[in-house]
């Protein structure tokens, strides 16, 4: 007899944790190379360093956490312990936007070491946050309509970050020093982001999912990630879309400075993106009940390569037309990263029976290391990319140099994306087979 499904009510005040997450995350991966450069003046081949080996720390971070979620719960919870992990958080998040306090490189130092400590904080709130999700529900529906509910909640917390972030810590620390408003807007999110972390955490219910196996060794639970196909094949497939979706997004504020001499344009057109993403979300969750999960990573990865090809053979000079060509590149990476939260979490039964053991934490640990050293590669490739290019912050920059810039955010992604329908191709969780998986575990 399967066990009594949670309400939507239930799992949409869930997933409204991401709000509080994404107003953290969104305003660092949108904000923090660009606040670096060209608000702090730090050059972009150190900046690029900087976030890429921060972005590999979150990873081993989150890692760790998996592992320790695995092996020692807390007494009260994994839900407890998101609520009152709001407060190291948010303060975390604040020092990751403290200008340098001091000249050289010992600014450089205060810098690396408030991003690693957001960074690190983020990872050990997150990662339960992210185990939750398995135990909210076992069914493969709930599972895509959290996902669903997760990424509208963050898409809602982009909108807020893109378009709030300038006037909303202007208004709070005044905007004559332009690194000002970043850390106003830092204070805020910080604020608004514990408390509701506080919220979800202490209202957060575990359905009853199959029983979980006692804690096994870290080498163990390492090497049934590594024969779980799913798990690697999802997330191969994910790195390599990571990587795409990355170079286009952090390319979007440097596109309207410098190639449409738009800057407040390219505020407008994250938020624009984000909006897009609110209507696609719904759209993508139902033709998932139409076509099944993974048909849809080929259907988004597919638009989204044509997308750039066409980005590639045209030159954009038009604020508009860039606009709307980046709404409708959101659409279709909507769709991509829909597909990977609403498999990520079949893949802890797929390998529970192919192993004999259930490991969620280690899963959605080694899913972020991965993902976030994807990023990291992505923010590298960028940087060292505009580098060679002979980019140089707050100047006018040579035709040579934009066709460059704009060679490397049209071809990279686009590769990868074609690199990313082949992996997903190998994954085994076609439609169906979650749910025989399941039967299967409850005998």
């Known amino acids: 007899m399967s066990p009594a499904r949670p ?15 994404n107003l953290y995350w969104q305003s660092a991966m949108l904000f923090l190379l660009f606040y670096y450069t060209d608000a702090l003046g730090l050059p972009v081949g150190a900046a690029a360093t900087i976030f890429m080996v921060a972005s590999v720390w979150d990873g081993i971070a989150n890692f760790a956490a998996g592992i320790l979620a695995d092996r ?10 998101v609520a009152i992990g709001g407060l190291p958080l948010g303060f975390g998040f604040v020092l990751a936007w403290l200008p340098p306090l001091a000249p050289g490189w010992w600014g450089l130092v205060g810098v690396f070491m408030g991003h690693i400590a957001f960074r690190t904080a983020y990872a050990f709130i997150n990662l339960p ?20 509910m997760r990424m509208l ?11 709030g972030t300038v ?26 982001g514990a408390a509701i972390l506080a919220w979800v955490g202490l209202t957060y219910r575990e359905a009853d999912v199959p029983d979980r196996r006692e804690p096994v060794p870290v080498w163990t639970a390492l090497r049934s990630i590594a024969a779980n196909r799913a798990f690697v094949t999802l997330n191969l497939a994910m790195m390599a879309m990571i990587v795409a979706v990355t170079i286009l997004n952090k390319s979007v504020l440097y596109y309207f400075k410098y190639f449409l001499a738009d800057e407040g344009g390219g505020q407008l057109a994250l938020a624009s993106m984000s909006v897009v993403s609110a209507v696609s979300v719904p759209l993508w969750m139902l033709l998932q009940r139409r ?7 080929f259907l988004a990865a597919a638009a989204a390569m044509a997308g750039l090809a066409l980005f590639a053979a045209l030159d954009i000079h038009r604020a508009g037309v860039m606009q709307a060509y980046l709404m409708a590149m959101q659409a279709m990476i909507v769709g991509l990263n829909f597909v990977f939260w609403a498999m990520l979490p079949n893949t802890i039964e797929y390998g529970q ?25 992505a923010t590298a490739i960028l940087g060292f990319g505009f580098d060679a290019a002979g980019y140089v912050a707050n100047v006018a920059q040579s ?31 076609g439609r169906g087979a979650h749910a025989r998986i399941v039967r299967d575990l409850r005998g």
């Open 7 to 21: 309400s939507r009510a239930r799992l949409t005040l869930f997933a409204f944790g991401d709000f509080a997450f």
């Open 72 to 81: 020692r719960e807390p007494r009260r919870g994994l839900g407890w312990l």
């Open 129 to 148: 946050y992210l185990a939750m999700s398995a135990r909210v529900s076992a069914d493969s529906n709930d599972r895509a309509y959290v996902a669903g």
């Open 153 to 163: 909640s963050g898409t809602l917390a982009a909108v807020v970050v893109a378009l």
């Open 167 to 192: 006037p909303l810590g202007s208004a709070l620390l005044g905007a004559r020093v332009a690194a000002n408003a970043y850390l106003g807007a830092a204070l805020l999110f910080a604020a608004a």
């Open 291 to 297: 076509l099944g999960t993974r048909a849809l990573w």
């Open 353 to 377: 029976q192919r192993t004999g053991l259930r490991v969620e934490g280690a899963v959605f640990g080694m899913a972020a290391l991965l993902q976030r050293v994807a990023i990291g590669i």
């Open 399 to 429: 035709g040579a140099t934009l066709i460059m810039m704009r060679l490397t955010i049209a071809l990279v992604p686009l590769g990868f994306l074609a690199l990313s329908c082949v992996l997903m191709a190998m994954n085994p969780l």
